[in-house]
């Protein structure tokens, strides 16, 4: 399957939980304790109305019994169910917890396998919301949820079974009410498993409106939309609430009848055994304990009922979860890939590229695109806005492929090659740069994660970067805070230059790499770029020509093909599009 969306589950289906049984078996021995603690501890709860109606019938019936016994009995009963409670609580916790850690894991390695038309397509801050609020309710299934229905399961089995061997007549009538607690389950359930889901959802909505808004807060306060933004979250809050509110009703509706049949069928039944008691045909202790394990089994049955809507709700995030899981990769590794020569060239090709964007069909990025880029060689690629110029960035690096035609990079088709063997022989500086919320050494690393400090230093003086770095409060180890909030503008982009050097790749991609810089950063920045470039083949995107002067040749970019291209001297002589952008920008002549 392609993974251009998520594909979607069966909100309606319990089997949806097989996700969460699939990796909590790889823990068995976690689960057969589990399991054995549950096992031990429902049968000592179903074991005390035996202990009472031991003590009621040799002691307090039988006049002068010893009752002694008896209780020492009881008390063993409750101290066994006390240890393997707290053993079950332990193990079924544990497993929770696990579990959660596991799913979360495997959902991002997957994502991190996905290409970006998925991102596209699937909002991040949704995804990230699923990797918390669904794996929470996860969470909750296995450590919670899953015991407890279990256990309510063992017990109410049990203890029909002890019923049947106390007074068979009772037991039968009380059986027979059975089918009308089941009949409100599954009517009432099938409604309650689309709107749980559905909740899931809005909740979701909820968690990626708040990591959009506090993304872009410095745009919210600029133009003062505090309160529009306010009113939009409430709107999705009232939305997560209403839905909540529907299956919050939906549950209490089942619980309530539920448990009014189940306890109203018990009191009938009591009725007859108390009839049964005084013509002799049941002791006084029979009568207690059937008492006793009859709430036990009537609260077992009808906690089941509670447990339903919350395996519900897990089933509805476990689907979610499932359809990231389930999300493949567009762009993959052949089944045999071809190597890249060595030593690696630098060498880039794109022969009649065609490609539109998964989310603009309708418009031509690259239109019969032909281009090759010798080893060594420095291009710039300018052109307005939309002319195709990031889109040749974007296949270089295999993030797509093309509709027709090949890139090729030292000879080799791209979809031939590994993409992650293609994308090491690349260094990118981009125009918006990444700065990961971590130490300025993690995100010099990046570029290459085995570097010491003495190279990590070197990049950064290459860089014009050491200065700002050695000023720092800690060095290399400071914080750099979200998206690099600690640093200017130049300084974070020198830190990416320094990255890209750290890479030593081949072939360089410089993608308006100062073009939202002040003149002193730009300088900086300009300098440490000509030192990367040095012995590598590089593409340049630019919008300010200024920067592209010393280019080797510049390609003019127009409807995704190339209208022109030369030396700057020559294309200025020409009174084409570019001439008309160099007298805009150095002359300020319209065009």
Do not use: C
Not at 466 to 473: I, S, V
């Amino acid at each position: 399957m392609a993974d251009n969306k998520t594909p979607k589950g069966e909100p309606r289906s319990i089997g949806n939980l097989a996700l969460v049984w699939r990796f909590a078996m790889a823990y068995p021995g976690r689960i057969a304790a589990a399991v054995l603690s549950l096992i031990v501890a429902a049968s000592a709860t179903l074991a005390i109305p035996s202990g009472f109606k031991r003590i009621i019938d040799n002691g307090f019936v039988a006049r002068g019994g010893d009752v002694g016994p008896y209780f020492h009995y009881l008390l063993m009963i409750v101290l066994i169910l006390a240890l393997a409670t707290a053993l079950r609580f332990y193990f079924v916790s544990w497993l929770g917890e696990r579990v959660v850690a596991d799913v979360r894991g495997a959902v991002q390695r997957n994502l991190l396998s996905l290409a970006p038309r998925f991102f596209e397509e699937n909002r991040p801050s949704e995804i990230a919301s699923r990797l918390t609020a669904d794996t929470s309710v996860i969470e909750q299934i296995v450590g919670t949820t899953v015991s407890v229905a279990l256990r309510n399961l063992v017990m109410g089995i049990g203890g029909v079974i002890y019923l049947f061997t106390l007074a068979p007549k009772l037991t039968a009538m009380l059986l027979i009410g059975i089918p009308l607690i089941i009949l409100p389950i599954v009517i009432i359930g099938r409604r309650l498993r689309t709107v749980s889901r559905t909740s899931q959802d809005r909740i979701a909505d909820v968690g990626a409106m708040v990591a959009e808004t506090l993304g872009a807060m410095k745009i919210v306060q600029a133009f003062g939309q505090e309160r529009r933004e306010a009113e939009r979250f409430e709107g999705a809050v009232e939305s997560a609430f209403a839905t909540a509110r529907r299956r919050i009703t939906l549950r209490a509706v089942m619980t309530g009848v539920v448990i009014m049949l189940v306890f109203g069928s018990i009191t009938m039944v009591m009725w007859q055994g108390a009839v049964d008691v005084a013509s002799g045909a049941l002791s006084g202790g029979s009568i207690a304990a059937f008492v006793l394990t009859g709430g036990l089994v009537a609260g077992a049955f009808g906690a089941l009922t509670e447990v339903y809507g919350d395996l519900l709700r897990g089933a509805g995030a476990a689907g979610r979860l499932a359809e990231l899981l389930a999300a493949t990769p567009e762009i993959r590794a052949p089944a045999f890939p071809r190597a890249l020569p060595h030593p690696a060239e630098g060498r880039l090709s794109f022969d009649n590229v065609e490609f539109r964007y998964p989310t603009r069909k309708e418009v031509k990025a690259l239109d019969g695109f032909t281009l090759s880029v010798a080893p060594g060689e420095m291009v710039a690629v300018v052109g307005p806005s939309g002319a195709g110029k990031s889109t040749l960035f974007q296949l270089a690096q295999r993030f797509y492929d093309p509709e027709s035609g090949i890139v090729r990079m030292d000879g080799v088709d791209l979809r031939d090659a590994n993409p992650g063997a293609v994308r090491a022989r690349i260094a990118m500086v981009p125009q918006e740069t990444v700065i990961f919320a971590a130490s300025a050494r993690d995100n010099l690393r990046y570029g290459d994660w085995e570097a010491g400090d003495a190279a990590l230093w070197a990049a950064a003086e290459a860089a014009n970067a050491a200065d700002f770095l050695r000023a720092l409060p800690d060095g290399l180890d400071t914080f750099m805070g979200e998206g690099g909030a600690r640093l200017s503008g130049g300084q974070r982009q020198r830190l990416a230059i320094a990255r890209a050097l750290l890479r030593d790749a081949p072939l360089l991609l410089l993608d308006e790499a100062t073009s939202a810089l002040d003149a002193e950063s730009e300088r900086l920045v300009q300098r440490a770029l000509e030192r990367l470039m040095v012995g590598r083949t590089t593409i340049v995107i630019a919008h300010r020509l200024a920067t592209v002067r010393a280019a080797d040749r510049i390609i003019v970019m127009e409807g995704g093909r190339i209208v022109e291209q030369g030396r700057h001297d020559l294309l200025a002589s020409q009174g084409g599009l570019y001439a008309r952008l160099a007298r805009l920008q150095f002359d300020g002549e319209p065009a």
